[in-house]
């Protein structure tokens, strides 16, 4: 039986995310809180039932937006999704369930966020992710990272750079919106990282670099279980001079192996992106990420990403934007790219 996850089962739901291994940070009840209260949008968190127990999960938001389509995503503003369950039939269930809903919805398409290969639906060969194991010896994380890659760490180091935990989001909103209006991408509003930070307490903490005390970067990070994933993070002009975003991801790293944390995951990167070679040069690994697509109303996949061409005039544009107009306008748009 399917049910719509209402407030008084989420330690349920939690503690089903917990105990099972396929389940990850983004499959927590954490979401539809921030989600709803950021950016307003309607969640449907699907769950199935088998002798009393939750037997499976399917976290979806449905985002309906004039500029980029209608689109039901498990899930939105998230690296991954999708469903997870303790046996087939539940899956199945959850499955027919979402196709059920999106239909109902009217969607364009619905959306599973899948680390692995679900089904034999469509998918797009867009996104990989980087993940690696972390030595418990901070010194052979170190000299694990590729020559180069460690040279700029050191420049960084040598450069007078220091680290430091933050109780508030207000330097990573400032370094974070002066990274993506650089390359054309419209913010999300503050108090959405403040929500997160709220919502999600110490599994979420906001790591800032900065030298005599000036802003350099930061970055939020999330910590789940045995990993630790850096998830926003934007350096100020002086970042590149100084290896800011070097020695910042260092920091992530050195302070984690220190709490004890397994696994480094970097997140997702577009092939072909800055992003995707920075992480390479780190000594990473590209594994494809499977977002698989039912199409509903539209009869193709979307491509809503700043390599479609079609946005290189948007982007363009933005990135001549004055910093404090793109910080008041790109929530608007923000919102509606999940």
Sequence with gaps: MIKILDEANFARWDSFVQATDEATFFHQTGWKTVIEKAFAHKTYYLYSETNGKISGILPLVHIKSLLFGNALVSTAFCVYGGIVASNEGSSSELDREACRLADELGVDYLEMRNRSRKTERPY??????????????????????????????????????????????????????????????????????????????????????ERNGQLIGSVMNFYYKDEVLPYYGGGTSLARSLKGNDFMYWEVMRRSVEKGIKIFDYGRSKIGTGSYSFKKNWGFQPEPLFYEFQLVKSHALPDINPLNPKYRLFIAAWKRLPLGISQMAGPWLAKDLG
């Design 124 to 209: 797009k060969e867009l996104y990989v992710n980087f993940r690696k194991k972390l030595h418990p010896d901070i010194e052979k994380n170190f000299l694990a990272i590729p020559r180069k890659q460690r040279a700029m760490v050191r420049k960084g180091i040598d450069a007078g750079l220091t680290s430091t935990i933050d109780n508030n989001v207000d330097r990573l909103f400032s370094a974070y919106s002066e990274s993506v209006r650089n390359l054309g991408t419209p913010v999300f509003p503050k108090k959405y990282f403040q929500l997160l930070k709220d919502v999600f307490k110490e599994q979420c903490e906001v790591l800032t670099v």
